[in-house]
């Protein structure tokens, strides 16, 4: 079985991380270079903007919120060279995040195939990406955001809290866990993400925008197609013995 979990988790990983690499070198990535332009600038005092203190670089919240962006620091050329970094760390992510899903079937307790791992896909999505996000949106470079660690902190009590939040709303059978577990769920956004005293921006209000639908929209196919192809992928294994 845990040859099967593994082995699953590799492929899928390796699917939903190439797959989503070329979404994003069409998509996010484009958006990044024309955002970088700007950040040499003067900051603009947009209180309209749709700046937010969650990192750019990444397409999944998880490596969203893990650093600044730093002007001085080393970063792989536009190209080919980036679309290979990004494919390679999406990739790497992807192996990561199926043995989570995986796993979490596991104890549940379900069937796994496709259909199942879709749905805990769609659940990953929620308590990876869409959760977080309503709190830390993605963001491009030149965006305002508060102190690095209050992020990662709230980032993680956000997952934790909807992830379990999840399993006792839809696993459980028990009324009173399943109202806990919509508390929890609701309980990061009651606590509030950190944000800057003021929204300080050199890049576009509507770029900004652009941004973080995008980047939420390319997070879903990842978490769709890691959830259906880790299910997929270790019923067919497990049916090959």
């Known amino acids: 079985m845990l040859k099967n979990l593994i082995l699953s988790a590799a492929a899928a990983g390796v699917a939903a991380g190439v797959l989503t690499a070329v979404i994003q070198h069409v998509t996010t990535t484009p958006i990044i270079i024309e955002a970088e332009k700007y950040e040499g600038a003067a900051p603009a005092h947009d209180h309209g903007a749709a700046v937010s203190p969650q990192d750019h670089g990444a397409t999944v919240p998880a490596a969203m919120a893990a650093a600044e962006h730093q002007e001085d620091a080393?970063?792989?050329?536009?190209?080919?060279?980036?679309?290979?970094?990004?494919?390679?760390?999406?990739?790497?992510?992807?192996?990561?995040?199926?043995?989570?899903?995986?796993?979490?079937?596991s104890l549940a307790g379900v069937s796994i195939n496709a259909r199942t791992g879709l749905a805990f896909g769609i659940a990953g999505f929620i308590a990876v990406a869409l959760a977080p996000a309503l709190g830390l949106p993605p963001e491009i470079p030149g965006g305002g955001a508060a102190a690095l660690e209050p992020r990662q902190l709230w980032w993680f009590f956000a997952v934790v809290c909807t992830a379990v939040g999840i399993a006792g709303l839809v696993l459980s059978k028990t009324v009173w866990l399943q109202i806990g577990g919509v508390v929890l769920i609701a309980l990061p956004h009651i606590v509030g993400a950190p944000h800057p005293h003021e929204y300080v921006s050199t890049a576009p209000a509507a770029l900004a925008g652009h941004f973080a639908a995008t980047s939420l929209a390319v997070t879903a196919i990842f978490w769709a197609v890691l959830g259906y192809a880790s299910g997929g992928f270790y019923e067919r294994f497990s049916r090959s013995g």
Request: net charge negative; hydrophobic share 55%.
């Open 74 to 105: 080393w970063e792989p050329a536009d190209g080919i060279q980036r679309t290979l970094f990004t494919s390679l760390a999406t990739t790497v992510i992807g192996v990561g995040f199926g043995l989570a899903l995986l796993g979490a079937m």
